[in-house]
């Protein structure tokens, strides 16, 4: 029925990282400049310790690899395997298939931050050293899940899973409202914010991959440690309650821990649709539903996924960029469907 | 021996006493079912037991209160069957029995040889060796039934809870599926409590009957002793014939009252 997980899961921890090593080959030797892209390959070996090779690749060359494509490639592997990842474990403790890592407000929260940032980023803060928008973006974010989270668990006995998400869905709103006011007031910065939402990987540096590297690092162990708990929570709140899970104490870490991560990603590089959502059902609809092997495979899909997404997003209007969120949307979207189609078929 | 005492167990939803004043004690082997018309606190008292809802006054364990209990803790003592247990459908019939291992392997650890050696066993025991790796979806009501009893004791818990056991099986299924029970709780010497609709089968299959009615045991003890007509009547407003077998088997026949109810 599924591509059957036996025969040891650490095979497709392998398999996963493989497929991540791949997809960061080919994302480092495609782009508009740079030398042909059979010779990065050869440059990557030479780089590597004890082995030469002669790759005909100039400094000036290697510096575009280097500087320019392999932050982005990191930037990307690192926000696709958090939002998938991050996705896949909000859909399993909320049984919820529909769930996004948005749902608690990161998303709202951080569009108004940012939105913030760039009507006041005129040229008061041109001459900052940090750029004032993910650090706005990512205080906002937390700060939406902060209020979410205050208000959803602050009915007492009542402490749903739901009234969390209804608290989502209200600082949502607010959110939004918030930041359509200040674009009212700001009409100047409509096409940043917008260029913003659709998210971006364009201008990563190493200084992004270092500064989201922490937070992603510390979300995504969290998560991968509570796999197999958060398998138990399929069979509902009260059986796994039944069987030993401490449901809500689950429940609010992975949450944070997902969130957080969330966060750190959603400030580098705006609001990346899609990937938390269809990466973790495609592999649901190829692998099966266990979140002991859901969680880990989402991760590296969505790794993956990101990389080869922003491939197309750098070459198809070059010189310009296509943002990554419709490039995701619009080669994610025609293969769910297929995949979906698949699974029709075999049943 | 392990044994399990209620005394004065009272189970409130919103200030509203579902089950109140309960009080049993049941010793290791002993099988008692609960029996009541709908609403009569079967399933809130049940649910009590597996810590599940608050509840009052002292259920106690080996001797100790269950209430103090951690949630690991108290489901390595007491495994609990609900009335619609979820069998998630793409998870294998080997999968979902381990996962009443829970209790016994860490938050972030995996399980070891012997988990899976008791699992593959009970496996065995309860004849589903053959269903090993297929999916809860693929399965049929009876074989649903003993792979959710398989999970149940997986948890290696001397206190069983049964909540409706057989009310989704035809009569073939119920009937093998309480000798399952019966079998299991003489060979491990578990204490069963189960909640059951069908009289005949409560009477036939516990040692004991407790009626509720309105939260309130209104009657305990054999078949014999709580399965009469007036009580029937009285507590679930039934008209029923109730015949004594020769072999001691108590028969529940509800009677045709032809239009004049």
């Given at each position: 029925m599924f591509v059957t997980p036996r025969g040891g899961r650490g095979t497709w921890w392998v398999l996963g990282g493989l497929t991540v090593v791949v997809?960061?080959?080919?994302?480092?030797?495609?782009?508009?400049?740079?030398?042909?892209?059979?010779?990065?390959?050869?440059?990557?070996?030479?780089?590597?310790?004890?082995?030469?090779?002669?790759?005909?690749?100039?400094?000036?060359?290697?510096?575009?690899?280097?500087?320019?494509?392999?932050?982005?490639?990191?930037?990307?592997?690192?926000?696709?395997?958090?939002?998938?990842?991050?996705?896949?474990?909000?859909?399993?403790?909320?049984?919820?298939?529909?769930?996004?890592?948005?749902?608690?407000?990161?998303?709202?929260?951080?569009?108004?931050?940012?939105?913030?940032?760039?009507?006041?980023?005129?040229?008061?803060?041109?001459?900052?050293?940090?750029?004032?928008?993910?650090?706005a973006a990512f205080i906002g974010g937390v700060v939406a899940v902060a209020l979410t989270y205050t208000v959803g668990t602050a009915f007492g006995r009542s402490r749903s899973a739901t009234t969390l998400v209804l608290a989502g869905v209200a600082v949502t709103s607010l959110a939004t409202a918030a930041q359509t006011f200040v674009l009212q007031r700001n009409n100047d910065v409509v096409r940043q914010v917008y260029s913003w939402i659709l998210g971006r990987l364009s201008s990563a540096t190493w200084g992004d991959v270092r500064l989201v590297l922490p937070y992603i690092a510390v979300s995504v162990g969290t998560l991968l440690l509570y796999r197999r708990v958060i398998d138990v929570l399929r069979v509902g709140d009260d059986e796994a309650r039944a069987l030993g899970v401490n449901v809500n104490q689950v429940r609010i870490i992975v949450v944070l821990a997902a969130t957080l991560g969330t966060s750190a990603a959603v400030a580098v590089s705006g609001l990346i649709g899609f990937v938390g959502i269809i990466v973790?059902?495609?592999?649901?609809?190829?692998?099966?539903?266990?979140?002991?092997?859901?969680?880990?495979?989402?991760?590296?899909?969505?790794?993956?996924?990101?990389?080869?997404?922003?491939v197309p997003s750098r070459i198809l209007t070059s010189p310009a960029e296509t943002p990554i969120g419709v490039v995701t949307a619009f080669f994610g979207a025609p293969f769910f469907l297929f995949l979906l189609r698949m699974r029709e078929a075999r049943q | 021996m392990n044994s399990l005492i209620l005394r004065s167990v009272r189970v409130e939803y919103?200030?509203?006493?579902?089950?109140?004043?309960?009080d049993e004690t049941l010793m290791a082997g002993d099988w008692l079912c609960l029996i009541g018309p709908n609403g009569a606190g079967k399933s809130s008292l049940l649910r009590a037991l597996a810590g599940l809802v608050e509840f009052s006054g002292s259920v106690q364990l080996d001797?100790?209160?269950?209430?103090?209990?951690?949630?690991?803790?108290?489901?390595?003592?007491?495994?609990?069957?609900p009335q619609e247990p979820v069998l998630p459908d793409d998870m294998s019939v080997t999968d979902y029995v381990m996962l009443g291992r829970n209790p016994y392997i860490s938050t972030f650890g995996r399980e070891s040889a012997r988990d899976r050696?008791?699992?593959?066993?009970?496996?065995?025991?309860?004849?589903?060796?053959?269903?090993?790796?297929?999916?809860?979806?693929?399965?049929?009501?009876?074989?649903?039934?003993?792979?959710?009893?398989?999970?149940?004791?997986?948890?290696?818990?001397?206190?069983?809870?049964?909540?409706?056991?057989?009310?989704a099986l035809d009569l073939g299924h119920q009937q093998h599926a309480l000798e399952l029970v019966d079998r299991l709780r003489r060979a491990k010497n578990l204490i069963v409590v189960s909640a059951m609709h069908d009289l005949t089968l409560a009477g036939l299959y516990s040692d004991r009957l407790l009626l509720l009615h309105q939260g309130v045991g209104v009657a305990r003890g054999s078949a014999h002793e709580v399965l009469r007509s007036e009580t029937l009547a009285e507590f679930y407003g039934v008209s029923a014939r109730v015949i004594h077998e020769q072999d001691g088997t108590v028969v529940v026949v509800p009677q045709r009252s032809h239009g004049d109810l």
């Amino acid at each position: 029925m599924f591509v059957t997980p036996r025969g040891g899961r650490g095979t497709w921890w392998v398999l996963g990282g493989l497929t991540v090593v791949v997809a960061a080959v080919v994302g480092l030797s495609l782009g508009p400049a740079g030398p042909t892209w059979w010779r990065v390959p050869l440059v990557l070996l030479d780089r590597l310790p004890l082995l030469s090779i002669d790759s005909g690749v100039t400094d000036a060359q290697w510096n575009i690899v280097w500087q320019i494509r392999a932050p982005r490639v990191a930037l990307a592997a690192l926000v696709g395997a958090m939002l998938s990842l991050a996705g896949a474990s909000y859909q399993g403790v909320f049984r919820n298939p529909l769930v996004d890592p948005y749902l608690l407000g990161v998303a709202a929260g951080a569009g108004l931050g940012a939105t913030i940032a760039f009507a006041v980023n005129r040229d008061a803060t041109a001459t900052w050293p940090i750029n004032p928008v993910p650090v706005a973006a990512f205080i906002g974010g937390v700060v939406a899940v902060a209020l979410t989270y205050t208000v959803g668990t602050a009915f007492g006995r009542s402490r749903s899973a739901t009234t969390l998400v209804l608290a989502g869905v209200a600082v949502t709103s607010l959110a939004t409202a918030a930041q359509t006011f200040v674009l009212q007031r700001n009409n100047d910065v409509v096409r940043q914010v917008y260029s913003w939402i659709l998210g971006r990987l364009s201008s990563a540096t190493w200084g992004d991959v270092r500064l989201v590297l922490p937070y992603i690092a510390v979300s995504v162990g969290t998560l991968l440690l509570y796999r197999r708990v958060i398998d138990v929570l399929r069979v509902g709140d009260d059986e796994a309650r039944a069987l030993g899970v401490n449901v809500n104490q689950v429940r609010i870490i992975v949450v944070l821990a997902a969130t957080l991560g969330t966060s750190a990603a959603v400030a580098v590089s705006g609001l990346i649709g899609f990937v938390g959502i269809i990466v973790p059902h495609a592999v649901r609809l190829l692998m099966g539903s266990s979140n002991r092997i859901v969680l880990p495979l989402s991760m590296f899909g969505g790794a993956t996924f990101l990389i080869a997404a922003d491939v197309p997003s750098r070459i198809l209007t070059s010189p310009a960029e296509t943002p990554i969120g419709v490039v995701t949307a619009f080669f994610g979207a025609p293969f769910f469907l297929f995949l979906l189609r698949m699974r029709e078929a075999r049943q | 021996m392990n044994s399990l005492i209620l005394r004065s167990v009272r189970v409130e939803y919103g200030g509203c006493a579902v089950v109140s004043g309960v009080d049993e004690t049941l010793m290791a082997g002993d099988w008692l079912c609960l029996i009541g018309p709908n609403g009569a606190g079967k399933s809130s008292l049940l649910r009590a037991l597996a810590g599940l809802v608050e509840f009052s006054g002292s259920v106690q364990l080996d001797g100790s209160e269950i209430r103090g209990l951690g949630a690991r803790e108290l489901a390595r003592r007491v495994a609990f069957v609900p009335q619609e247990p979820v069998l998630p459908d793409d998870m294998s019939v080997t999968d979902y029995v381990m996962l009443g291992r829970n209790p016994y392997i860490s938050t972030f650890g995996r399980e070891s040889a012997r988990d899976r050696d008791i699992v593959a066993s009970l496996i065995a025991e309860l004849s589903l060796a053959m269903y090993a790796r297929r999916m809860l979806g693929t399965l049929s009501g009876g074989e649903r039934q003993r792979v959710v009893i398989a999970r149940a004791l997986a948890q290696e818990a001397p206190v069983l809870l049964l909540d409706e056991p057989t009310s989704a099986l035809d009569l073939g299924h119920q009937q093998h599926a309480l000798e399952l029970v019966d079998r299991l709780r003489r060979a491990k010497n578990l204490i069963v409590v189960s909640a059951m609709h069908d009289l005949t089968l409560a009477g036939l299959y516990s040692d004991r009957l407790l009626l509720l009615h309105q939260g309130v045991g209104v009657a305990r003890g054999s078949a014999h002793e709580v399965l009469r007509s007036e009580t029937l009547a009285e507590f679930y407003g039934v008209s029923a014939r109730v015949i004594h077998e020769q072999d001691g088997t108590v028969v529940v026949v509800p009677q045709r009252s032809h239009g004049d109810l």
